[in-house]
């Protein structure tokens, strides 16, 4: 068995995990690796026809415009396309890290690229569905333009409890290159009203 490395970014991300149920963070993947994943995004957007994000499990998917806009292409990990493959990696070295080292059991992950056009959002929602339990962290990556402003809206909104049991709403900018991931279960989120093509992987990472 391969030995166990310590990873102080990894512990970095578990500790905000532990603590508050979410982290964010912007050097997950270097600029360049962002640079790849954009770029490829945006071919296989020309080439392919993105899916009409629906809401609900697999078994009962439904298209509702006034819950969720964006339109999406499903990942596929065994496909030879290379810069997939790294991103692929990088996300199951972190999930072997904690697997050995929360307990979290995660089996495997489910991953999808998004875009969001202009006028479009995703109201306050949670990511497991009754039939569906298997998802304990959500993921998403930012893959928007280097230029990128808060006023092209599209931000996540994650709605919180403060120590007092009072919802807070903690607002993050779809700012590129930035991750974040949170529990599944437990944090309602929404993506705010996008007002320029706005991109992304998100993912989920699932217990058996
Ligand atoms: C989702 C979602 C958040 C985001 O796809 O379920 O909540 O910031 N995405 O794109
Ligand atoms: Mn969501």
Not at 23 to 40: G, K, Q, S, W
Not at 53 to 77: H, T
Not at 148 to 165: E, R, T, V
Request: aromatic share 14%; proline share 3%; charged share 25%.
């Amino acid at each position: 068995m391969a030995e166990f490395a310590f990873n102080s970014f990894y512990e970095l991300i578990i500790d905000d995990l532990i603590n508050r149920k979410y982290c964010v963070t912007d050097t997950f993947f270097t600029v360049e690796e962002i640079d790849l994943l954009r770029t490829n995004l945006l071919i296989k957007q020309s080439l392919t026809t993105f899916k009409k994000a629906a809401v609900g499990p697999l078994s009962n998917e439904q298209i509702i415009e006034e819950v969720r806009g964006d339109f999406i292409l499903w990942m596929d990990e065994s496909s030879s396309d290379q810069i997939e493959k790294m991103y692929f990696n990088k996300i199951n070295n972190f999930i072997h890290y904690i697997n050995r080292t929360c307990y979290l059991g995660i089996q495997e992950g489910e991953f999808h690229y998004a875009c969001y056009p202009e006028g479009t959002f995703y109201k306050r929602h949670l990511d497991v569905f009754h039939t569906d339990v298997r998802r304990t962290l959500s993921v998403v990556l930012y893959l928007n333009t280097p230029d990128w402003q808060p006023d092209n809206g599209g931000a996540l909104a994650l709605y919180l409890k403060d120590a007092a049991g009072c919802e807070k709403e903690e607002l993050i900018h779809a700012q590129p290159g930035r991750l974040v991931i949170f529990d599944s279960k437990e944090i309602e989120h929404e993506v705010q009203m996008v007002y320029k093509p706005r991109y992304s992987i998100t993912g989920w990472l699932k217990t058996r």
